[in-house]
């Protein structure tokens, strides 16, 4: 597979989009027209009306039902040769899949983020990075809500990326480490041993005004998270656009990035693909997986001992 087949796969989706939306607008032009002709205010509010939402919504509307296979066929191709081919280049052990995503049930596992009434995920990676074992991919999540009216609707409370990285060594209690306005953390009432989940102070007034530590063992706390991981997370959530939750649970340190994007997306088709780029578009993408090993030195630190 060469840049010629994602770009031809792009061409093939636009031509019919570009048909099919310049029919639509046509003919709703022809009724504004008819509108104004009629007199009244009623064509120019026709005209912003259309402007402003009957374009964008006509592309989606098109995008999204009637050009199905052409969009899938779109996002594989663009996948399998600008995602999967960057992912070869950091990560040993590749697998990955864009359709699949990690299962609802191992963010719940963690009991430290609510997982909602909606559930989706996709762009599944597992494989290693530095010799370290990690399994990422986007997931979205949200919460129903009932008005006042007694109406449902749909709340998000995370959106971004979910990634687990393994070690060696078993955490002997678990820890949760949450960004103040991260809106889906949840506090366990206790602890897989059965001892009670409390908040805990460290002595950095700078790390407690950007994060909330709880844990079910004190001493466990300051043995993980010395000083040095500390600095580590502190100059990690300054790079990183987005909050924080990092959860410390077994032998598995489980991360939340709620940054409210979907990753490894091929942009419009109407626009002609530039592949230096989407090489970069990528790259800068992959470096949110790769920034938590070489950050937080997960490689190195006491997580390995």
């Known amino acids: 597979m060469d840049f010629s087949s994602v770009e031809n796969a792009r061409v093939v989706y636009a031509k019919k989009m570009?048909?099919?939306?310049?029919?639509?607008?046509?003919?709703?032009?022809?009724?504004?027209?008819?509108?104004?002709?009629?007199?009244?205010?009623?064509?120019?509010?026709?005209?912003?009306?259309?402007?402003?939402?009957?374009?964008?919504?006509?592309?989606?509307?098109?995008?999204?039902?009637?050009?199905?296979?052409?969009?899938?066929?779109?996002?594989?191709?663009?996948?399998?040769?600008?995602?999967?081919?960057?992912?070869?280049?950091?990560?040993?052990?590749?697998?990955?899949?864009?359709?699949?995503?990690?299962?609802?049930?191992?963010?719940?596992?963690?009991?430290?983020?609510?997982?909602?009434?909606?559930?989706?995920?996709?762009?599944?990676?597992?494989?290693?990075?530095?010799?370290?074992?990690?399994?990422?991919?986007?997931?979205?999540?949200?919460?129903?809500?009932t008005d006042s009216d007694g109406d449902t609707y749909y709340v998000t409370i995370f959106k971004g990326r979910w990634m687990t990285f393994e070690f060696p060594k078993k955490f002997a209690y678990r820890i949760e480490v949450v960004q103040k306005g991260f809106p889906a953390k949840k506090v366990p009432k206790t602890g897989s041993n059965g001892r009670k989940f409390e908040k805990q102070s460290i002595e950095s007034p700078t790390f407690h005004k950007k994060f909330k530590i709880y844990a079910d063992d004190g001493f466990e706390t300051f043995y993980v998270l010395d000083p040095a991981l500390i600095d580590r997370i502190e100059s990690l959530s300054e790079n990183c656009k987005g909050k924080l939750l990092l959860c410390f649970v077994d032998n598995k340190l489980h991360v939340g990035l709620n940054n409210n994007k979907d990753a490894f997306e091929p942009p419009s088709p109407l626009k002609k693909?530039?592949?230096?780029?989407?090489?970069?578009?990528?790259?800068?993408?992959?470096?949110?997986?790769?920034?938590?090993?070489?950050?937080?030195?997960?490689?190195?630190?006491?997580?390995t001992n």
């Not at 006509?58 to 960057?86: G, L, P």
């Not at 780029?277 to 190195?300: A, H, M, P, Q, R």
């Open 18 to 145: 570009k048909k099919s939306i310049t029919v639509c607008v046509s003919i709703l032009f022809v009724i504004v027209v008819l509108g104004i002709a009629s007199g009244g205010d009623d064509g120019i509010f026709g005209i912003v009306f259309v402007l402003a939402f009957v374009i964008p919504l006509s592309y989606y509307i098109f995008s999204f039902f009637f050009y199905k296979n052409e969009r899938n066929n779109y996002r594989r191709i663009y996948k399998a040769y600008f995602v999967e081919q960057n992912m070869k280049k950091l990560f040993t052990d590749l697998s990955y899949n864009h359709d699949l995503g990690i299962n609802r049930s191992i963010l719940a596992s963690t009991e430290m983020i609510r997982t909602g009434d909606r559930y989706a995920s996709n762009d599944y990676v597992k494989g290693k990075y530095h010799d370290v074992d990690f399994e990422q991919a986007d997931v979205w999540i949200q919460e129903e809500h």
């Open 273 to 303: 693909l530039d592949e230096q780029k989407e090489n970069g578009k990528i790259n800068s993408e992959l470096k949110t997986i790769t920034d938590f090993v070489d950050y937080l030195k997960l490689d190195k630190n006491i997580f």
